[in-house]
Nanobody, 115 residues
Framework: QVQLVESGGGLVQAGGSLRLSCAAS????????MGWFRQTPGKQRELVAQ???????NYADSVKGRFTISGDIAKNTVHLQMNSLKPEDTAVYYC?????????WGQGTQVTVSS
């Protein structure tokens, strides 16, 4: 079974930067979008950013102008460059891959922003 492998989380001071990466362990048939979600305790998982096979991107209002998503859907890889990080960006970040048939999730990577 194809898995999504994430990397790049960690601890950073407010105003700093981190880069998250995600790659699928195999090919995903009819993959049309990849993205990043995040979740904090007691809250629902929320979309951070998404990129489609056509190159269209979508961002949560809270990260616009600070985060940039990039990737190669054909190669099943996606990255999230996070700049000007704020303490409220602290969360577990999950990679997501959506195809016509399924939605896959990574195991999550912790991002902690200290004030």
């Amino acid at each position: 079974q194809v898995q999504l492998v994430e990397s790049g989380g960690g601890l950073v001071q407010a105003g700093g930067s981190l880069r998250l990466s995600c790659a699928a362990s195999g090919s995903i048939f009819r993959l049309y979008a990849m993205g990043w979600f995040r979740q904090t305790p007691g809250k629902q998982r929320e979309l951070v950013a998404q990129i489609t096979s056509g190159g269209d991107t979508n961002y949560a209002d809270s990260v616009k102008g600070r985060f940039t998503i990039s990737g190669d859907i054909a190669k099943n890889t996606v990255h999230l460059q996070m700049n000007s990080l704020k303490p409220e960006d602290t969360a577990v970040y999950y990679c997501n891959a959506r195809s016509t048939y399924t939605s896959l999730w990574g195991q999550g990577t912790q991002v902690t922003v200290s004030s």
